[in-house]
């Protein structure tokens, strides 16, 4: 069975750091692209960053880029997503998503067939 479980969440303050994890079973990384998604309340569920696993392509959104940091650890089967400078308008409920591909990694949602429960990240100021 096919499953993405997040982990690494919690409260920070304004300029702070987290790294949350998204860890794969069921499947292996190569073959997949795994994004990070975040949705706050009263808003739409926006992509923050995808890696493209068998070779690490990256692409981040304007909103993270220079501040966020995706990786993957094939022998982990897990995908990281390293947040630095974090402001209050960061706060959401962060979810990893997973979708078999060959070709490069999007962050458009529907996209992905496989979601986790999500992680709650909450940047005070």
């Known amino acids: 069975q096919v499953q993405v479980v997040e982990s690494g969440g919690g409260l920070v303050q304004f300029g702070g750091s987290l790294r949350l994890s998204c860890a794969a079973s069921?499947?292996?990384?190569?073959?997949?692209?795994i994004g990070w998604f975040r949705q706050a309340p009263g808003k739409e569920r926006e992509g923050v960053s995808c890696?493209?696993?068998?070779?690490?392509?990256?692409y981040t959104s304007d909103s993270a880029k220079g501040r966020f940091t995706i990786s993957r650890d094939k022998a982990a089967n897990t995908v990281y997503l390293q947040m630095t400078s974090l402001k209050p308008e960061d706060t959401a409920v962060y979810y990893c998503?997973?979708?078999?591909?060959?070709?490069?990694?999007?962050?458009?949602?529907?996209?992905?067939?496989?979601w986790g429960q999500g992680t709650q990240v909450t940047v005070s100021s």
């Open positions: 998503a997973a979708t078999r591909t060959l070709g490069l990694c999007t962050l458009w949602k529907y996209e992905y067939d496989y």
């Open positions: 890696i493209r696993s068998s070779d690490g392509n990256t």
């Open positions: 069921g499947f292996t990384l190569d073959g997949y692209a």
